[in-house]
């Protein structure tokens, strides 16, 4: 096995050990701490960190401690997520969720530079198109992380359901179930009760040991890589930190950008009311706790199948077609929960909005990267000209098209990284859409 392929190997199986133990535990946040709505506010909390951190922390971390040191330090902030639900308070979540907030975006802008120079540099040595061989990478990471969703709800319910502690309730109590729950309510259902202690340590245990062994599998076995594109002639000059941060908000000038935020900010809304009010309201209070991650496991398997078969059809369907399947199914999907009384003998139902719920999502998470990554290209292009010069600056800046869907609500989970090349008679350029921002790579070349 080749060093490059290796080094892609532990990069992925990092990601898959402290995604299995996050996603896991952020599927069951509104549930495990619902008393004032305490799960909620610390995914709302930790969003909010991820918005903050996105606008300059990469660049700032990248450069000073390398993808290497990037990773490590961002992956020891989910870590302490972990382990402060051990002794879960406003005191210990808050903290913990703007902790994991702020090193989210330096995590995935370093995790896809690494990738993207892995694959450049390897495919130089190996007389190969740097963009196959970055794709091909690409493809393997996803390939490895996307199981994260299946194996960390896998473990919840597997935990939790060694001795259920939620009873059969009675009729009258399950009206207060699905569209009718309220944070404040006083009406005793399974959404008041938590599992015993004894199986939540366990739980957290097992998901804190996967995120521990994630940063020592990360220390101990990626190289660290040097980015020569940085280091060669015209990339010596860091861009300062408030001419990055501007850069941000002088894009929203733009109106078409603007009204492309709609698209991201929608996809969050809906994977924070499945994440958080839908495994509440609905699967906790009816059927129990330790359904959560089977009903989860079934929404991320027919949304990873979905985006496959999206990617495939779109090219004869087109965009919009998708698009129209996407809202027609999610809206009809709101009419029936918001009119559906759920009942524990209607198991197969809730795995039936979950499915549809992922066969939606899939719409958003496959066609929103291929109707905003174009503009992004093209945007970040034409700032790049300046004053009347024939070829783009530098380094530019243009946190865009992730910024919106990280803040937009509490459970939104960051799931795609694109990677484009534009080629020019004299120079090539990066675009890489991060939850980290648009950056704009000017390669080393020899200009003739």
Known sequence: ???????????????????????????????????????????????????????????????????????????CGYVAFSVGNFFASWYTLIPTSILLG?????????????????????????????????????????????????????????????????????????????????????????????????????????????????????????????????????????????????????????????????????????QGFLSSEYTRSYVTCTLGIQFVGYVMICFSATDALCSVLYGKVSQYTGRAVLYVLGAVTHVSCMIALLLWRPRADHLAVFFVFSGLWGVADAVWQTQNNGETSPFCLYLGNTRGLENGKSKPTNELQANVSEMTDLAAVPALRIKSTCDLRSQTEHSSHVLSCLPGGLRIHRTAENHL
């Open 102 to 270: 702020l090193g989210a975006a330096p995590l995935w802008s370093a995790q896809c530079t690494y990738l993207t120079i892995t694959g450049n540099t390897h495919a130089e040595k190996a007389g190969k198109r740097g963009k196959d061989m970055v794709n091909q990478y690409f493809g393997i990471f996803f390939l490895i992380f996307q199981s994260s969703g299946v194996w960390g709800n896998l473990i919840s319910s597997l935990v939790f359901g060694q001795t259920p502690s939620q009873e059969t309730l009675p009729e009258e109590q399950l009206t207060s179930c699905g569209a009718s729950d309220c944070l404040m309510a006083t009406t005793t259902t399974n959404s008041t009760q938590r599992p015993s202690q004894q199986l939540v340590y366990t739980l957290l245990g097992i998901y804190t040991g996967s995120g521990v062994l994630a940063v020592l599998m990360i220390a101990a076995f990626l190289q660290p890589i040097r980015d020569v594109q940085r280091e060669s002639e015209g990339e010596k000059k860091s861009v300062p930190f408030w001419s990055t941060l501007l850069s941000t908000f002088k894009l929203y000038r733009d109106k078409r950008l603007c009204l492309l935020i709609l698209l991201p900010l929608y996809s969050g809304l809906q």
């Open 1 to 75: 096995m080749d060093r490059s392929l290796r080094n892609v190997l532990v990069v992925s199986f990092g990601f898959l050990l402290l995604f299995t133990a996050y996603g896991g535990l952020q599927s069951l946040q509104s549930s495990l701490y619902s008393e004032e709505g305490l799960g909620v506010t610390a995914l709302s909390t930790l969003y909010g960190g991820m918005l903050l951190s996105s606008m300059f922390l990469p660049p700032l971390l990248i450069e000073r401690l390398g993808c290497k040191g990037t990773i490590i330090l961002s992956m």
